[in-house]
């Protein structure tokens, strides 16, 4: 028998063809499916251009959209624009958490507040965020505190029933020997409750976020005079369609952005977890 012997230049090539396979998975995949999605909204822009009944709207083909986009981002405006979104979303994810975290572990650990409090959680949690827009303006003195609010009930549920689900499927046996080791309450939750529950409570807050992104553009149609939504709402009504598609475009490169930053904190989360 003769024994194999690797150079280091085979080692090499080894090393930099598992390198390029990584980077054509992870970058690969990606780009192709962004070239694809370029492709029918291209497709989409031709054909609404070669209609008679519908070439007004041809400036939502790229070819119009994408330098209006450029020029939003180049000008300075667009950070005007964007800026007041990123608040109002900010605050309703802030108050939505402040009030879901704690509620949800108390559900969680209590069988009889899960019992009494399933029915009417789940009742408001199937209300469209935005059926509470004549609530919210009658009850908040200036819009934005309305916009607030309904951006506070679209997110609020997914991170109260992940917390509540997360403290639920803790076992029993940690908190016994939290209590034989004379942890107080307090030590528990600090120690215990929260650091299992963390990757649950971002896994929540990751479907609030992707829920209150969508419910903020019809709620800035409300009587502000700022914001992504405001900004979408006039363009349409001065017929400005290559802007109305620039703005499109922001919001969801603006709300993958957002996303991807909460995916990074929950495999951290996780990552420090085990």
């Known amino acids: 028998m003769t024994a194999t012997t690797t150079t280091p230049a085979t080692a090499g090539g080894v090393e930099i063809g598992h390198y390029a396979r990584r980077i054509s998975e992870n970058l690969g995949y990606p780009l192709l499916g962004l070239a694809i999605l370029l492709g029918f909204w291209w497709l989409g822009g031709y054909l609404i251009a070669s209609n008679p009944s519908t070439q007004a709207f041809s400036a939502f083909a790229p070819e119009s959209a994408l330098p209006r986009a450029w020029e939003l981002l180049w000008s300075g405006t667009l950070w005007d624009t964007v800026h007041p979104s990123l608040s109002r979303i900010g605050l309703g994810l802030f108050w939505a958490t402040l009030v879901a975290v704690p509620v949800g572990i108390l559900v969680g650990s209590l069988p ?38 309904l951006l506070f009930m679209a997110s609020v549920w997914p991170i109260l029933f992940s917390t509540a689900f997360a403290v639920q499927r803790i076992d029993p046996m940690y908190f016994k020997v939290a209590r034989n080791f004379g942890a107080s309450p307090l030590a528990s939750l600090r120690r215990l409750v929260i650091p299992a529950v963390a990757p649950d409570i971002l896994a929540g807050f990751r479907l609030a976020l992707g829920i209150a992104w969508v419910v903020l553009v019809p ?37 993958y952005v957002l996303d991807a930053i909460v995916v990074a904190l929950i495999r951290y989360v996780g990552w420090q977890g085990t």
Request: cysteine-free; aromatic content about 12%.
């Open 112 to 149: 009889v507040m899960q019992k009494i409090t399933s029915f009417p959680f789940q009742l408001l949690r199937m209300v469209s965020p935005l059926a509470w827009m004549p609530i919210a303006v009658l009850a908040f003195e200036t819009w934005d505190g309305a916009i607030v609010f």
């Open 219 to 255: 709620a800035e149609y409300l009587g502000v005079t700022s914001g992504l939504g405001y900004a979408i709402n006039d363009a349409r009504d001065i017929l400005a369609y290559d802007l109305l598609a620039a703005l499109v475009l922001v919001i969801g490169v603006i709300g």
